[in-house]
């Protein structure tokens, strides 16, 4: 089901950053301002409750943090202030690396991250949203005239409705509604959609919800030394500008750790890096979830650090050109674009991108630069 209510009920009920006075990143202080004007009694009471329980917590989820990644009691002790002061998770301190309680002025907190999004990105909450379903993104890319994986085919109830020839290619099924390379198959190789759909494995025609089948995407030459066996990606951020125009605020390239792996998400244990928004290049590179950073890539050998991405200005000018063009409706995007011998081709669009990953690869705070005033901006705007 693509709509999850587990996950929608979990974001329903916004923290807010302290038990009185709001303790978050400068570039939202007026945001929260006005939030706290508007709070009944009522409200303001049950905030300073839930508050006052973050506080508790923090001790504990500090101790569970440093098992989960084999840190010291220096630092557990360290994170705990930090956190306290700051009202900060713990586990925060630990992904964003940080060392004073000062550095998280320019980060956003992953709690805050749902109820600033559901503000400014009201579409992104429902079940109609284009981007949260590849066949209707698909659909906006075609009519727009955008770069995407063709669909071979679509599996829904049992039934296989046929789209693009097979044409003898290697393809792959995916979940419509899937997210983090979740539910991905490996199909292999067939002549025509009669063979396909004689052959197409029973888990598929069972699956609940659609599957999408699509060609296997070929990875650009450039960067087959990084790719291993999985499609690396480049997930762009845009957000529309002042006047309304898209803006490339963010960029972060995902790869694969693993040989054995499908798909470049940090869930399957992928590299991020950060990427250098003018020149395309890449920074130190890291898993998501902890672990030490490389330079180079820890299986190939091949180098990371100043490495420039094929074709960046066409990649960073597509998710520009998609948002003003088909996706005009979100003030915010998460694109995953993929870098082939062909040019940059848009696999999938995010209207919940998430703050983790941008922020642990970049080794800085998404407020420090146009994201954060492009933020405020849509928050006030929005108000």
């Given at each position: 089901m693509g709509y999850d209510r587990l996950y929608f009920l979990k974001k329903a009920y916004a923290i807010y950053p302290g038990v009185t006075t709001p303790v978050s990143g400068g570039f939202l202080a007026e945001h929260y301002r006005r939030r706290r004007a508007r709070r009944g009694p009522l409200r303001a009471a049950l905030d300073a409750a839930v508050g006052l329980g973050f506080q508790a917590w923090i001790p504990w989820?500090?101790?569970?943090?440093?098992?989960?990644?084999?840190?010291?009691?220096?630092?557990?002790?360290?994170?705990?202030?930090?956190?306290?002061?700051?009202?900060?998770?713990?586990?925060?301190?630990?992904?964003?690396?940080?060392?004073?309680?000062?550095?998280l002025d320019g980060y956003i907190r992953r709690f805050e991250d749902a109820a600033l999004n559901k503000r400014i990105n009201p579409l992104g909450w429902t079940p109609q949203c284009a981007l949260a379903d590849k066949a209707r993104f698909y659909a906006r890319c075609a009519q727009a005239g955008l770069p995407h994986p063709e669909t071979v085919a679509t599996v829904a109830g049992g039934v296989v409705a046929p789209g693009a020839d097979p044409a003898g290619r290697e393809l792959v099924a995916k979940p419509a509604d899937g997210e983090g390379g979740d539910g991905v198959v490996m199909l292999g190789r067939f002549a025509d959609a009669g063979e396909l759909a004689a052959a197409l494995p029973p888990t598929l025609r069972t699956a609940k919800g659609t599957m999408v089948i699509q060609p296997r995407i070929a990875t650009h030459?450039?960067?087959?030394?990084?790719?291993?066996?999985?499609?690396?990606?480049?997930?762009?951020?845009?957000?529309?500008?002042?006047?309304?125009?898209?803006?490339?605020?963010?960029?972060?390239?995902?790869?694969?750790?693993?040989?054995?792996?499908?798909?470049?998400?940090?869930?399957?244990?992928?590299?991020?890096?950060?990427v250098d928004l003018e020149a395309g290049t890449l920074g130190v590179a890291c898993k998501g979830y902890g672990g030490g950073d490389h330079e180079a890539h820890p299986v190939t050998g091949a180098r990371i650090v100043g490495r420039a991405l094929p074709d960046w200005a066409a990649t960073a000018a597509l998710c520009a050109r998609a948002h003003a063009e088909a996706f005009a409706d979100y003030a915010l995007i998460g694109w995953d674009v993929a870098m082939t011998p062909d040019g940059p081709l848009l696999i999938e669009g995010n209207g919940k991108p998430g703050v983790l990953m941008p922020q642990r690869a970049a080794r800085k705070g998404l407020g420090e630069g146009r994201y954060g005033q492009l933020l405020a901006h849509h928050l006030a705007t929005k108000a």
């Open positions: 989820r500090a101790r569970k943090v440093q098992r989960k990644f084999g840190l010291d009691d220096a630092w557990r002790a360290r994170a705990v202030e930090i956190a306290r002061a700051r009202f900060a998770d713990p586990q925060d301190v630990a992904l964003f690396r940080i060392e004073r309680g000062e550095a030459p450039a960067l087959a030394d990084l790719a291993l066996g999985a499609l690396p990606t480049v997930r762009v951020v845009t957000i529309l500008d002042e006047a309304g125009r898209p803006e490339v605020v963010s960029a972060t390239f995902r790869f694969a750790s693993d040989p054995a792996a499908k798909v470049d998400n940090m869930k399957a244990g992928g590299l991020i890096a950060g």
